[in-house]
């Protein structure tokens, strides 16, 4: 057999497997609590008023590369998308006009999501992904209002593709975060130590806990959770304990980190692995509800299922793409915590505490005049902590006050940043190059040679000197423009 027949008659068996009928159960299960979450999620940012403080129109708003058209809508617009998407979610979960449903909060979460980039989580991306995933997924086939109405024929199985690519978003998250921690750092427990001493309450309130002995644990079970768990719910003699494993682990993220609804979420996402008819299982088996089967009930199939080698490639090209692309920071020069650069979208979770300091300076080239610029004025309180750990952000913030000023003065100024920043304990050096005019360095995709290397070693004691003495324990390069600086000010980074 030639090569060109081998490859034909693999893809016919492909495409045959991949359409061959599997339970809907775990699909609908998973719809449902999806929607539900979401629409707690919902609920709590209306809720805490946060939608008006990420979302706010008049704020400088840190943009992607290539969405800067993207911005909030003026006045109660945000909290008015909110509430659509609150409804939007609560249909989802009940199945009811499902695929509009589905449609506008995939709408409306990428529109929230692409507004800002320091609003940026992993689990947001997650649920970006499986928003639109769940647009295109036949959810709507069993347990759902839209088959009591009679729109949607009934049936309790849905081809395989579809719930594999459910359970490949799904395992995105747990091989990447456990591939990603195969690095010095993670593995010396720095970034986990110095997160349990700031973030979490309760290891500092117990004195018998032994900070050093909880980090080390934790570091070495969450790279061996994040590369095993997926195999150990796929088998079924380990499925149960891997679960139940599962369960103990996100609780307690949940109670040690602030990661919102993201551990639940993971719980009820890993129940994906399971066998497809598991839901069933749970039902009696003489039930007369909605998943009793009923005549006709797999007509579906047929017309969700692939039907040729083209939509095979596509599918194997979207699901190369998503294994390729959070391997993008190996062709950046540099440590990824200290640049940044391929670190978003790649579910690089909890690698890095950096704690960051920074003052802009701007400089009248004409008379060599220069001012502290305060970004106060420019950025909410969440924005002012989180923009200074991404040089890519600092950038962004540079060409604003650029372009702020030249708005307001029909002048251009320079741009300049002192920054000092602290990775994962150690001792802070420079991050951006201070000589550089910020405001003249381009954006994009392009080499950043004013982000200064990564220098300082790794320490056995993390630094603990307050912020506002850095400056006093850093030897820092000759600045002129500071000499300039005509703003009498106290303030430190």
């Not at 590369?227 to 103990?248: E, G, K, N, S």
């Not at 699901?319 to 950046?332: A, D, S, T």
């Amino acid at each position: 057999m030639t090569w060109e027949g081998m490859i034909h008659r693999w893809s016919e068996n492909s495409v045959r497997w991949l359409s061959s009928p599997v339970s809907a159960y775990s699909l609908i299960a998973f719809r449902v609590a999806f929607g539900l979450m979401l629409a707690f999620w919902v609920v709590d940012y209306l809720r805490t008023d946060r939608v008006r403080l990420l979302c706010a129109p008049d704020v400088f708003h840190f943009t992607y590369q290539g969405f800067s058209w993207v911005r909030p809508w003026p006045g109660n617009g945000m909290v008015i998308e909110f509430v659509a998407m609150l409804l939007a979610a609560i249909l989802m979960a009940a199945g009811a006009v499902y695929r509009a449903a589905a449609l506008v909060f995939a709408l409306g979460f990428t529109h929230f999501f692409l507004i800002d980039r320091t609003n940026y989580q992993n689990h947001y991306y997650l649920i970006l992904l499986l928003s639109w995933l769940m647009v295109l997924l036949p959810a709507n086939r069993l347990a759902a209002l839209d088959v009591l109405n009679g729109s949607v024929t009934r049936s309790e199985t849905v081809p395989r593709w579809c719930l594999l690519l459910l359970q490949f978003h799904i395992g995105l998250p747990y091989f990447f975060g456990g591939i990603a921690k195969i690095e010095g750092d993670w593995l010396s427990g720095d970034p986990m130590r110095n997160m349990l001493m700031t973030q979490s309450s309760a290891i500092n309130a117990n004195s018998w806990f032994d900070p050093q002995l909880v980090s080390s644990a934790l570091t070495w079970g969450g790279l061996l959770f994040d590369l095993l768990i997926v195999p150990a719910v796929l088998w079924q003699r380990t499925r149960m304990a891997a679960f139940l494993l599962a369960i103990v682990f996100h609780v307690c993220n949940s109670f040690l980190f602030s990661i919102h609804v993201f551990p639940w979420l993971m719980i009820a996402a890993t129940t994906v692995f399971f066998a497809a008819d598991w839901p069933r299982r749970l039902l009696p088996k003489q039930s007369s509800g909605p998943f009793d089967s009923v005549p006709g009930g797999n007509a579906i199939v047929e017309s969700v299922s692939i039907r040729s080698g083209l939509v095979l490639s596509a599918l194997l090209l979207y699901c190369g793409f998503h294994v390729l692309w959070p391997l993008r920071h190996l062709m950046y020069e540099g440590n990824t915590g200290w640049t940044e650069r391929g670190h978003y979208f790649s579910w690089r979770m909890m690698l890095r505490g950096k704690t960051v300091g920074i003052r802009y300076y701007l400089t009248n080239p004409e008379t060599g005049e220069t001012l502290q610029a305060d970004i106060r004025d420019f950025l909410n309180p969440e924005q002012q902590i989180k923009f200074v750990k991404d040089p890519e952000m600092i950038l962004d913030l540079a060409h604003g006050l650029a372009d702020e000023y030249r708005r307001r003065t029909e002048k251009s100024m320079e741009v300049r940043a002192l920054v000092l920043a602290s990775l994962n304990g150690r001792k802070p050096q420079l991050l951006i190059d201070p000589a550089v005019n910020l405001a003249a360095e381009p954006k994009g995709w392009r080499r950043r040679r004013w982000i200064m290397p990564l220098t300082e070693p790794r320490r056995t004691d993390p630094w603990t000197v307050p912020l506002n003495e850095w400056e006093h324990h850093v030897d820092l390069p000759d600045l002129p423009f500071l000499t300039t600086c005509v703003q009498n000010t106290t303030s430190r980074l």
